[in-house]
């Protein structure tokens, strides 16, 4: 810098949190920094960058993020801050920010702590001096967590005020009436009407009852399942849910084991009884797809292949009991069996025609069913090994015959209207069959298109 010009300093101050005191300490910290810089003549202050309430581990940090901005497009040649704490969340992240600076002719001066990078010594000092500051914050983060753990053993309660049902005030929950009546209705549709999840999700939402949070969405299945499943509303309260292994990035896992959890019964008012609760979990138990209980028919040859033409949404296999007993099997557009015609507004498409479809298009192109049929059985019991009869047991579910030949052929089977657009795998273009019949699955027209 040539003599007679001014140095363009910036300011970075940092207060953890935003209760008042310290916000008044923020202000207090900004009129320092304008003295400061003001009673040098050769500086010229450019901006004193503040964060408010946030930690000095934590990563996301907007005005600091913004002055490092400034100083990389030309526009700050020195920093100053109070000290090292206030400047980075640990020791690597220190040095990082100030040798990326130094590298572009900014310096940094922590006034407290009497380092300049500037100078010779200045990064020795500054590992030293960062280094006490990540001990410290150790030290803290160990603290915190030791007195939360020992309000939560007495009861108080952590967390956003954002508990579907309860409002928590002060560590403590109390019931909303309009939101427990929800959740009452929720847990007896599961329960006594039979109903599974996207079913009450697609009622709730057609009842125009908001959901928890997401206001202006509809229900979804996630939703109801958190509140079938959630401890506190049968009166219980289980803490450490989560936990924050690493005290430097402050992210939050799911508690695997990590760190002891806090669980007390009866802790408050319970919206459904403890019978209740108890016998939703032993039906969601009896209900899961991966119990005891094995359905080889719940995949068919064509799972995760069927996709909707209008939203392009996956199909899922569902099935309805008829007035003599028998079974209809048909696929559905997820977002439609989520949301009813609110989510999509394709038809369902019944099993049967899917299979004839299938059938017909191997008939046009000169394929025959049955012996791909035999080779690829043939080929999935020799690789099989010891879950040969399990395979077995699988083909024999498939009610079409050739069906796991079916299963190596279709990569993808787009549903439209009284139409499947099917694209083979290995084969290029897409064939596009229309139906004559849709529900009786004649179809009647066979046409080859490129892929669009």
């Not at 997820?334 to 191997?362: D, E, I, K, N």
Request: proline residues 4%; positive net charge.
């Amino acid at each position: 810098m040539s003599g007679g010009e001014q140095l363009r300093v910036a300011a970075y101050c940092r207060v953890s949190t935003a209760q008042d005191d310290q916000l008044h300490s923020l202000e207090h910290q900004r009129r320092y920094f304008a003295e400061y810089i003001s009673r040098r003549p050769d500086w010229a202050l450019v901006e004193i960058y503040a964060d408010r309430g946030l930690s000095g581990t934590t990563v996301h940090r907007p005005a600091f993020q913004r002055m490092i901005a400034a100083a990389q497009a030309g526009e700050i040649d020195l920093i100053l801050t109070k000290e090292v704490s206030r400047f980075a969340r640990n020791t690597v992240d220190a040095l990082a920010h100030t040798r990326a600076l130094r590298r572009i002719g900014v310096g940094v001066v922590f006034i407290t702590d009497n380092i300049d990078t500037r100078q010779n010594d200045g990064e020795f000092r500054l590992t030293i001096m960062a280094s006490v500051a990540q001990e410290e914050s150790r030290k803290t983060s160990e603290r915190v967590k030791w007195g939360q753990r020992r309000s939560m053993e007495q009861g108080v309660v952590f967390g956003c005020n954002n508990i579907y049902g309860f409002d928590l005030r002060g560590g403590r929950l109390t019931v909303k009436p309009e939101e427990a009546a929800v959740i009452r209705t929720v847990y007896h549709k599961f329960l006594h009407e039979g109903k599974g999840t996207y079913i009450i999700a697609r009622e709730l939402t057609g009842a125009g009852i908001p959901p928890p949070r997401a206001r202006d969405k509809p229900w979804s299945s996630t939703m109801v399942l958190r509140l079938l499943r959630n401890e506190k509303y049968c009166g219980d309260l289980l803490q450490k849910k989560t936990c924050t292994p690493d005290f430097l990035d402050h992210r939050k896992v799911k508690n695997d084991g990590r760190e002891e959890q806090v669980y007390l019964r009866g802790h408050h008012e319970a919206i459904v009884p403890r019978e209740q609760f108890d016998a939703v979990q032993r039906e969601l138990a009896r209900r899961a797809p991966n119990g005891q209980k094995k359905r080889h028919s719940a995949r068919y040859w064509c799972s995760g292949k069927l996709v909707c033409g209008v939203c392009g949404s996956r199909f899922v296999p569902r099935q309805r009991i008829r007035a003599d007993g028998s079974v209809y099997r048909f696929w559905a557009c997820r977002a439609q069996v989520q949301h009813g015609r609110a989510g999509c507004t394709m038809h369902p498409v019944p099993y049967s025609t899917v299979c004839a479809g299938m059938l017909y298009l191997l008939n046009r192109i000169g394929i025959d069913a049955g012996r791909a049929a035999t080779e690829t059985a043939a080929l999935c019991l020799k690789t099989a090994g010891a879950d040969g009869e399990a395979c077995r047991a699988f083909l024999q579910t498939e009610s079409l015959p050739g069906g796991a030949a079916y299963a190596a052929l279709p990569e993808q089977i787009t549903v439209e209207e009284r139409a499947l657009a099917v694209r083979l795998r290995g084969v290029p273009g897409m064939f596009r069959l229309q139906a004559e019949d849709w529900k009786r699955g004649i179809f009647s027209s066979f046409e080859r298109v490129q892929d669009t």
